[in-house]
Each structure stands twice: as C-alpha cells, then as structure tokens.
C-alpha cells in the first residue's frame, strides 16, 4: 500500500533551524516528483517547494526562496525540506505530495515557530 510519512516536525524558536523528512513506500519513488505544501489555520493549502525524479531540478515559493532547501535521496525513498532562518509566518501543517500518474498526499506535520 501506499504510504508517505513525514517527520521532523514541532517547536522552534524564530530563527531556528527544523529539518522535515518524508519516508515513501508502496511505489516507485524514482519515478515520481516530489513536493512540499503547508497549510496555515484559516488560509488555503500552498506550494513550498518541489523537486524533480531525479533531483535535477527544484523550485520554491517566493517566501521561502534562499531560506528552504528540498533534497531527495531515491536509494532511501527519503524526500527532505530544510528550513533555516525560521520565521512565524511559516507556522503550518506541513503536507509531503508524490506525483506521476498518480497523486499521493502524506499526513502531515506541525510546525510551530514562536518564542
């Protein structure tokens, strides 16, 4: 069965540093983009970063731009977000999302930053 499971979430201080990872299984994770979206109370679900099959190519969100790295390790089925420089505003649900011929969207994990 399919499954994605992210991880890596919690509580940081503004400025702060959290590295977020999502464990794939039940299909073939090398064929398959991958990307990052969170969702904020009260405010439509967003695109953060993505990531190409092969990790060749990656993009971002404006707001997290130079402040967010997405990496892919496909002998791990492993995809990451490193976030640096953490701010309140990025407090969100944080969604890991396969996509190819099919989609597949992870649970979800909180991430709070606050003092």
């Known amino acids: 069965q399919v499954q994605l499971v992210e991880a890596g979430g919690g509580l940081v201080q503004p400025g702060g540093s959290l590295r977020l990872s999502c464990a794939a299984s039940?299909?073939?994770?090398?064929?398959?983009?991958m990307s990052w979206h969170r969702q904020a109370p009260g405010k439509e679900r967003e695109l953060v970063a993505a990531?190409?099959?092969?990790?060749?190519?990656?993009n971002y969100a404006d707001s997290v731009k130079d402040r967010f790295t997405i990496s892919r390790d496909n002998a791990k089925n492993t995809v990451y977000l490193q976030m640096d420089s953490l701010k309140p505003e990025d407090t969100a649900v944080y969604y890991c999302?396969?996509?190819?011929?099919?989609?597949?969207w992870g649970q979800g994990t909180q991430v709070t930053v606050s003092s």
């Open positions: 999302h396969a996509y190819s011929r099919n989609n597949y």
């Open positions: 039940g299909f073939t994770f090398s064929s398959y983009a």
């Open positions: 990531i190409s099959s092969a990790g060749g190519s990656t």
